[in-house]
């Protein structure tokens, strides 16, 4: 005959401990139980294989463009005011000149003209270079550098004008009908060039003349000198002189026997 056991008080604890109150899987994949009593039972490997990957989610809009950086430690921008020399902007940065009237050379401006100014230093600010751009539309440029606190002369940047522009032709007077090349003139660097024949429109240059209003280029391009004889050109037997104002407007002065055109080729001067 069997045996059966009796729901004693210590049989009814056993049971409670035994009771499973919690589970997790942790992992490695196997299902931990936890007991009444807070033992733990291992209940074997419970985790299933993975699955396949999911498709890739549909990009985000881009970020929205942050804010414009600031100089870096030790650079200015800053305009320049009246009375400033030059030799003092020794610390990096960019500098504008907005007065015509402030830029001397006194100050040791390039030239008396309006501009940018870009400084460069090196980590101990034993060795700098200075960059001096024009503003205006005949755009010319100037560099210099500083070594054992001495500044080099400013020297000419080349900058080409990119082709050659077209003279106004005052009344009276035009491109030579049989030129092969057209009347211009064009910068390169400081220096500023001529080309083509010009001739009266109707008759002959008369000798012994002088002839003002004969054609302009813009006041850009002018030369230094309030009245600047550029060069000599031959025609033929004649010699006629070119000599351009700071309007600037050419004149032609003619020898001493008359011609159907006059030369501007190889006519040039320096801007400063």
């Excluded at 009814?12 to 039972?41: K, P």
């Excluded at 299933?48 to 870096?72: H, L, M, R």
């Excluded at 003279?167 to 064009?186: I, Q, W």
């Excluded at 080309?195 to 850009?220: D, F």
Aim: aromatic share 10%; hydrophobic share 40%.
């Amino acid at each position: 005959m069997a045996t059966v056991t009796g729901l004693t008080a210590a049989r009814m604890l056993e049971i409670e401990a035994a009771c499973i109150t919690a589970g997790a899987v942790l992992l490695d994949g196997h299902l931990r139980l936890t007991r009444v009593d807070g033992s733990f039972v291992d209940a074997g490997y419970v985790k299933g294989a993975p699955g396949p990957a999911g498709a890739n989610g549909v990009d985000g809009a881009d970020g929205a463009t942050g804010p414009q950086g600031i100089p870096g430690p030790g650079w200015v921008t800053e305009s320049i005011g009246a009375n400033v020399n030059l030799d003092t902007k020794t610390v990096a940065g960019w500098y504008n000149q907005v007065s015509n009237t402030n830029a001397t050379t006194a100050l040791n401006y390039p030239a008396a003209i309006s501009g940018f100014l870009e400084v460069i230093v090196n980590a101990t600010a034993s060795q700098m270079l200075q960059r001096y751009t024009s503003y205006n539309s005949a755009m010319r440029m100037w560099e210099r550098t500083r070594y054992n606190s001495a500044w080099t002369p400013w020297r000419v940047i080349p900058v080409d004008s990119g082709g050659w522009g077209s003279l106004t032709f005052g009344a009276g007077y035009k491109e030579y009908d049989s030129a092969s090349y057209p009347v211009g003139y064009r910068q390169v660097g400081n220096q500023v060039f001529l080309k083509g024949l010009i001739a009266p429109t109707t008759g002959n240059w008369p000798a012994s003349t002088s002839i003002t209003g004969v054609a302009s280029l813009p006041s850009t391009y002018a030369p230094p000198q309030t009245t600047f004889c550029v060069g000599m050109t031959t025609v033929g037997i004649m010699k006629a002189a070119i000599v351009i104002s700071r309007t600037p407007a050419i004149e032609v002065r003619t020898g001493t026997t008359a011609s159907a055109y006059v030369s501007l080729d190889n006519i040039s001067w320096f801007l400063d």
